[in-house]
């Protein structure tokens, strides 16, 4: 990765997190974050998609926050230690809230965008040129936690397929990590417990080698 790169992911994480401690990743951004939205998305529809693709995953789109923090701080927010959750969207600001000071980190995060992520780098060459044409569709919205998702996924030779969807909220997973390397998880599925399998996807399916999906997209 080259020191550009690195600077350019530090200061997307750092823009996620004081964000999403301030609860308005729903909020419209300022000018100069429009004029470098509308830069990265011209990237984006500059980009020639392939007639067919090795690899397209249909999942769960959500952004990992990810951080260390001690018992007492799960206490604080009365959460026990080492369980997994779904939360709502107050909850979820609230924590994120609490966490501010904290040392965390976001993420595109999910086992299929990893997964996704680890077959684009075999033999990759470039953006404009991988060796693998890998796709991710799922849901994120037109948020900035959904620009963020889709940035990194772009950044990583994978394309994110997907519109993302208007007056909604992108998916977060928090986790918090206790120095005993216990992980409490907490979920806001926001849009990512849906994906609109519309005639678009439905042909992308189509001209897909391998398509893998992942279970917990289905689970009820």
Not at 2 to 21: F, G, K, L, P
Not at 87 to 92: L, T
Not at 147 to 170: H, M
Not at 187 to 201: K, M, P
Request: proline content about 2%.
């Amino acid at each position: 990765m080259s020191q550009r790169n690195h600077d350019e992911e530090e200061d997307d994480e750092q823009q996620i997190r004081t964000r999403a401690s301030n609860d308005e990743d729903d909020e419209v951004v300022d000018d100069d974050d429009d004029d470098e939205e509308e830069e990265e998305e011209g990237s984006i529809s500059s980009f020639v998609f392939p007639e067919r693709w090795d690899v397209l995953g249909l999942g769960q789109a959500m952004v990992d926050f990810s951080g260390t923090v001690d018992d007492e701080f799960l206490k604080n927010l009365g959460l026990e230690k080492g369980t997994r959750k779904l939360v709502n969207h107050e909850e979820r600001g609230r924590v994120l809230q609490a966490m501010d000071g904290c040392s965390y980190k976001a993420a595109a995060g999910g086992s299929l965008s990893n997964t996704l992520v680890a077959l684009a780098r075999l033999g990759s060459r470039s953006l404009r040129d991988p060796a693998i044409n890998v796709a991710m569709a799922g849901s994120v919205a037109s948020d900035l936690l959904g620009g963020f998702y889709r940035e990194k996924l772009r950044r990583a030779n994978v394309q994110f397929l997907s519109a993302p969807i208007k007056d909604a909220t992108t998916g977060t997973v928090i986790v918090l990590t206790t120095p005993d390397a216990q992980r409490t998880m907490l979920a806001y599925q926001g849009t990512s417990s849906t994906v609109n399998f519309d005639t678009s996807l439905a042909s992308a399916v189509s001209k897909t080698s391998i398509l893998v999906v992942e279970v917990a997209s289905f689970e009820t």
